[in-house]
């Protein structure tokens, strides 16, 4: 990690927190923690915990693009979203379920991830805005359900295969 910028080793820091114990305790202290560094680079490198959380979303948003890149049908983009689920199921727990408003996030973050992946869709399937809105709330309720599950410890209490 010593060829990352401070900053980037901030963001780091947060995604393996999340990564391993998921979104219960955000503080600085904790995400200084998991990063090796001091409180003061949270406020000199982003100004406040809030902005650094903003990042940390951005960052875990752009890994889900990322995995759903190269997918050429409506088959690969279903594969690449409940892959990057099953990867990082405290990613994508923080991306679509914890409370944005909690850790002072802007919601439209939020939003503006899932118009991303949305627009990415319409593009790889020739589709509408509004068909590949569908598509996705089809896909992502399935993933997200399965997540839930299986963080909850509890992975075959719904049958999610049968909804996608």
Do not use: I, W
């Given at each position: 990690m010593s060829s990352l910028t401070v900053s980037e080793q901030l963001v780091h820091g947060g995604r393996e927190l999340i990564?391993?114990?998921?979104?219960g305790?955000?503080?600085v202290r904790r995400l200084v923690e998991a990063a090796g560094r001091s409180t003061m680079c949270v406020y000199s490198h982003f100004g406040s915990r809030k902005r650094l959380l903003a990042e940390v979303y951005r960052s875990c948003g752009e890994d889900l693009r990322a995995a759903l890149a190269n997918a050429r049908n409506a088959n690969d983009l279903e594969h690449g979203y409940a892959a990057?689920?099953?990867?990082?199921?405290r990613h994508f727990q923080y991306?679509?379920?914890?409370d944005l408003d909690g850790f002072g996030i802007?919601?439209?973050l939020r939003l503006d991830l899932i118009e991303s992946v949305v627009d990415l869709a319409a593009d790889r399937?020739?589709?509408s805005r509004d068909e590949a809105l569908a598509c996705w709330?089809?896909?992502h309720g399935a993933v997200w359900l399965d997540t839930m599950q299986r963080l909850a410890g509890?992975?075959?209490r719904f049958n999610t295969a049968a909804a996608r």
């Open positions: 990564s391993r114990e998921g979104t305790d955000l503080s990057y689920a099953r990867k990082e199921p991306l679509f379920a914890a802007d919601q439209s399937l020739g589709a709330l089809r896909v509890e992975p075959k």
